[in-house]
């Protein structure tokens, strides 16, 4: 029971009970080392927009609630052979043994639809919680290092475009309610 307990603490995040960091390094270098050709697969990265607002905001128990709420979510939609971890903060990674750029976009896309249909909520208070995501395939010779810097490039793209987006649609709002207004 001890080697279980010290296990689970080792390779665990406390908060969210998903794989932790060292976990998934761990995991990906086998993997890598292991792959060939046939096996390849993608590295997947993902964080939380306007996180900081929400603690800042609600506090951080509640931006913890959030992050909880988020590794159900991932954990439900991310299973086995798969494995979805936290690096830490509002950063997620998945290692999904899948070569077919399509079938990872829709994979995604259905992870983003979760989240949408399903806000965080907490007595009163809703959330809309929404995730960037950035992937890159693994290739045969490529270094975690690699495939991480372009999953994070990728993200960050992603980021960008969801928070122009927004800016957008509330630049709109606004021009709405001053012509109602005029």
């Known amino acids: 029971e001890q080697e279980e307990l010290n296990f ?9 009970n998903l794989y932790n960091r060292a976990y998934f390094l761990l995991k990906t270098e086998e993997k890598l080392a292991a792959m060939t050709q046939q096996e390849t697969g ?10 900081k607002i929400i603690n800042d905001t609600y506090g951080h128990q509640i931006g913890d609630d ?6 159900t979510i991932l954990r439900d939609m991310v299973k086995s052979p ?4 936290r690096l830490g903060g509002d ?17 995604i896309d259905s992870i983003r639809y979760q989240f949408s249909v399903r806000p965080f ?6 959330i809309e919680v929404i995730p960037s995501f950035g992937f890159t395939m693994i290739g045969e ?22 928070k122009e987006a927004r800016a957008k649609k509330e630049r709109q709002q606004a021009e709405v309610l001053v012509s109602t207004v005029s």
Request: glycine letters at 0%; charged letters at 25%.
């Open 82 to 85: 798969n494995i979805v971890a």
């Open 42 to 51: 993608v590295l997947v990265l993902s964080d939380l927009n306007f996180f």
């Open 141 to 162: 010779d490529d270094t975690y290092e690699i495939t991480y810097q372009l999953a994070d490039a990728a993200m960050y793209e992603d980021k960008r475009i969801i």
């Open 8 to 16: 689970f603490l080792a390779y665990h995040d406390t908060l969210t």
């Open 66 to 71: 959030v992050l909880v709420h988020t590794a």
């Open 91 to 107: 950063e997620f990674i998945m290692h999904i043994p899948d070569n077919d750029e399509q079938n990872v976009r829709a994979f």
């Open 121 to 126: 909520v907490k007595d009163q208070l809703v």
